[in-house]
Structure formats: C-alpha cells, structure tokens
C-alpha cells in the first residue's frame, strides 16, 4: 500500500503502523481460527446430511453428493483465505494496520461497528426461535390426541406396501385413500418384519379415524395373519413419547429466545458499553486535514478517466447459493412429510428458515451487478439500483470484516457516505481497482 498516497496524513499513517505492528502477532492465530470454524460448520451440516441420508436409501447418494461437494468448498475457501492472510503476513505495518484499524477496540467508531453487526444476528436468531417456538406451541395445543375408543375397524386386502423410513405407505384394493403408519410409532413396533412379512394381495385388519375428505389417513391399529403389530398400548407410547419431544423441542426453542434476547441487552449495556471506554485512537481526519484533501483534490474533475468494467458474483458463489438452497429445501420437503413427529416438524420449521436465507442471497448472487461506465458507477441490487458520477466521488474508503470480505464506503466532496458497497464474494478487489483506473482515489 502507499503511504503516501494524499488520502492519509502524517498522523493517520502512524496510528495504522502502530495498528499493524499490535495485529501482526495475531493473523496465524486468525488462520487457525477460520480453519477451527471451518471444521465445526462443516461437521454441523455433515450432521444435517446423515439425517438426510437416514430418511430413505434413495437420499443416501444425495447426501454423499452433497457432503462431497461440500467439502471442496470448504477446502478450498481455507486454502484462499490462507493464501490470503500469509500474504498479509508479509506486508508492512501499514498494510496489517489497514486490514485491522476496523476491528481494533482501541479505534473510536468499533464498538459501533461491532455492535452493528452482534445486535442484529441476536435479534434475528431471537425472532427466528421464537418463530419456531409459536409454531410448534400452536400446533401442540391445536392438536387433538384421537379417541382409540372411536377407531373405525374394517379389514382389507393389502394393494400396496412401501417403507419410506419416516413412514410406511399402504394402499388398498378397491380403496382411493392412502393410509400410513407414522414413525413416531417405529421405536414399538416391529417394522422390519412388517414390511417383509405383509405383502401385495394380504388381508390385514386395521383401525383408523373415520374418513373425511382427507385422502391420507393414520392407522392406530394393524394385524396380519394373526400377528398384532400395532395396538392400543403400541399408540399410547408412540403419541406421547411424541408429545414429549415436542415439548421438550418448544422448551429449547423459547429458551434459546429468551438467551438471544436477554444476550442482545447484555452484550449493549456490558459488552458495548465497556468497548466504548476502551476507544482512544481517533482515525476520522480533523478540520485541517479534510481542508488539505480539498486542496489537493481541486482537479480531480479533470482526472477521471472512462473506463468499462462490469462486475458480476462469481460463477463458485453461485453455485455454493444455489446448493445450499436446494439442500434445505429438500430437507424441508422430507421433513413435512410426517408433520405429525415433533422432530421432523421442528427441523421442517427451521430448514424453512434458512432456506428462505439462502434463496434469498441465490436471488441476489444471480441478479447484483457492478458497472462503471461512461464516467458513472451504477450499482444494481435486487431491491433496487444507485448510481453517482465518478466525478462527485472524493474518495473511497475501504474495510474488512473478520473473514476477510472487502466492503468499502463512497465518500462525497461534502464528507457523507454516498452509500455502501457489500458485495456476496470476494470480488470487490477488482471493483476497486477499476476505481483507481477511473482516477477515484482509494484509501
């Protein structure tokens, strides 16, 4: 980076030295950390996909598919971010300075920052929970345990069997109804057998609720060839085991709400409010430096030069969106399948959740765009498209997270962010050097 570039003064340049040499011990500490983080994310949807996989035989190649792929990602976002931070390694205090003076506690302006971004994934996480925690309330207290006493008896001959793991689908002869045993049953019933030992053309006898207008019905009671598999005792067990993990899952949901919620006034009035002591480095330019950047910037109409560029999300973005979106999407569609297990419900409620996340960011990496063209930046987002002349651009000024993502303020001649840049990747070096080769200065 250079330090002489006039967007820094004398003063500034220091306090970033000093920035770089305080961080410098930390960013093999910050490779270890990202690759710990890597590991543990990995782990939690390897998890999510041995689920996926113990749902049904014809999941389990999806879920290796997945898991494999997955991996790949993974390796090779560790092995870029990496590259990156060892390349920052080996760069002056400056540069370190740079890529740290946002998440250093003694800058003013980081508590805010930080704030900004732990309070909204509290509130978020918060609502989400609770979301899920009414949900599952609601369909707990609407739901009505069926009478065995009132069961509809009536035996009849076996047309289909299928087992589907999270259920067992039957149909029957002269019968347009499908019936199924829930797998909220399986832990008390011999399924194994039942599945090989009843076949096509058998008569069963079975006992259900009285048939409405619904085209899928439970079964509370089944017999075959003298052999009981599912009885009164057999549904008691199975319904209120049931109702119990229910419970337990509304228990944890609302509990984790209360901690995110609770956690977000603690973090402000403990956390944030210590972090706002701890600021003694100011790095916002004074009067007289802001007054000495007009001076020098007087022509800076003058210096713009055109240039074309178009920045899109990467083709690797793109595609990681769109598998994890189908990823939880599949779950959501394997997990309703048997809304009646409080288990796969929750799951069902939750895959929902980060589903509408993910085709929510899917949408933008396939729609965001970054133009420069005939002397005007256009910036083109789903919920709408900015643009500014490059000519009313006095500087931009950059930043990065903790991951590494490049994000960077415009700044206007009157010293108001113009508006933000966020990009999906990690594209936005390319962005920033097509600024520079359009004549805006970059700090």
């Known amino acids: 980076m250079d330090k002489d570039n006039i967007n820094f003064s004398e003063r500034q340049i220091k306090i970033l030295e000093d920035i770089g040499k305080r961080f410098r011990p930390t960013i093999k500490k910050g490779i270890r950390n990202f690759s710990l983080a890597l590991i543990i994310i990995y782990?939690?949807?390897?998890?999510?996909?041995?689920?996926?996989?113990?749902?049904?035989?014809?999941?389990?190649?999806?879920?290796?598919?997945?898991?494999?792929?997955?991996?790949?990602?993974f390796l090779l976002n560790w092995f870029l971010y990496r590259k990156k931070l060892k390349k920052?390694?080996?760069?002056?205090?400056?540069?370190?300075?740079?890529?740290?003076?946002?998440?250093?506690?003694?800058?003013?302006?980081?508590?805010?920052?930080?704030?900004?971004?732990?309070?909204?994934?509290?509130?978020?996480?918060?609502?989400?929970?609770l979301f899920s925690s009414i949900g599952l309330g609601i369909i707990h207290l609407t739901t009505v345990k069926p009478d065995y006493n009132q069961l509809v008896y009536q035996t009849m001959?076996?047309?289909?069997?299928?087992?589907?793991?999270?259920?067992?689908?039957l149909t029957f002869v002269g019968d347009d109804h499908e019936y199924i045993i829930s797998s909220i049953y399986f832990d008390y019933i011999d399924t194994d057998n039942l599945v090989l030992n009843v076949l096509p053309e058998d008569t069963v006898e079975i006992g259900y609720k009285a048939l409405l207008d619904d085209k899928?019905?439970?079964?509370?009671?089944?017999?075959?060839?003298?052999?009981?598999?599912?009885?009164?005792?057999?549904?008691?067990?199975?319904?209120?085991?049931?109702?119990?993990?229910g419970y337990i899952i509304f228990i944890v949901c609302s509990a984790v709400t209360m901690v995110c919620l609770v956690g977000g006034f603690l973090y402000y009035y403990l956390v944030y409010k210590k972090r706002l002591g701890q600021e003694t480095i100011d790095l916002e330019k004074t009067e007289a430096e802001i007054q000495l950047i007009k001076e020098e910037q007087e022509s800076l109409e003058n210096e713009i030069?055109?240039?074309?560029?178009?920045?899109?999300?990467?083709?690797?973005?793109?595609?990681?969106?769109?598998?994890?979106?189908?990823?939880?999407?599949?779950?959501?569609?394997v997990s309703v399948r048997d809304v009646s297990a409080s288990d796969k419900l929750f799951v069902g409620i939750v895959a929902s959740l980060f589903a509408l996340v993910f085709w929510r960011w899917t949408i933008a990496c396939f729609y965001n765009k970054d133009?420069?063209?005939?002397?005007?930046?256009?910036?083109?987002?789903?919920?709408?498209?900015?643009?500014?002349?490059?000519?009313?651009?006095?500087?931009?000024?950059r930043s990065r997270n903790n991951i590494g993502t490049l994000s960077f303020e415009l700044i206007g001649f009157d010293n108001n962010v113009i508006?933000?840049?966020?990009?999906?990747?990690?594209?936005?070096?390319?962005?920033?050097?097509?600024?520079?080769?359009?004549?805006?200065?970059?700090?």
Request: contains cysteine.
């Open 305 to 333: 030069r055109t240039v074309d560029f178009e920045l899109k999300v990467s083709d690797i973005t793109k595609f990681v969106s769109v598998i994890l979106s189908v990823i939880f999407t599949i779950i959501i569609f």
């Open 157 to 169: 001959v076996v047309e289909t069997i299928k087992d589907f793991k999270d259920e067992i689908k």
């Open 371 to 397: 133009i420069i063209k005939d002397e005007m930046y256009i910036k083109k987002r789903f919920l709408g498209t900015k643009q500014v002349e490059l000519k009313h651009i006095k500087l931009i000024r």
């Open 216 to 245: 899928m019905t439970s079964i509370y009671f089944f017999r075959s060839e003298g052999i009981t598999y599912m009885d009164e005792a057999i549904f008691h067990q199975g319904y209120d085991a049931n109702q119990r993990i």
């Open 43 to 73: 782990l939690l949807l390897l998890c999510v996909l041995f689920w996926l996989a113990n749902q049904g035989e014809q999941n389990v190649f999806i879920a290796i598919f997945l898991g494999v792929l997955l991996l790949g990602v």
């Open 419 to 443: 508006f933000w840049v966020i990009s999906v990747d990690k594209k936005n070096e390319m962005l920033l050097e097509a600024f520079q080769k359009s004549g805006v200065h970059i700090e």
């Open 88 to 129: 920052l390694l080996e760069a002056d205090d400056f540069t370190i300075g740079l890529h740290y003076r946002n998440t250093d506690p003694r800058v003013i302006g980081n508590a805010l920052k930080a704030k900004s971004g732990v309070m909204p994934a509290f509130w978020i996480l918060g609502i989400l929970y």
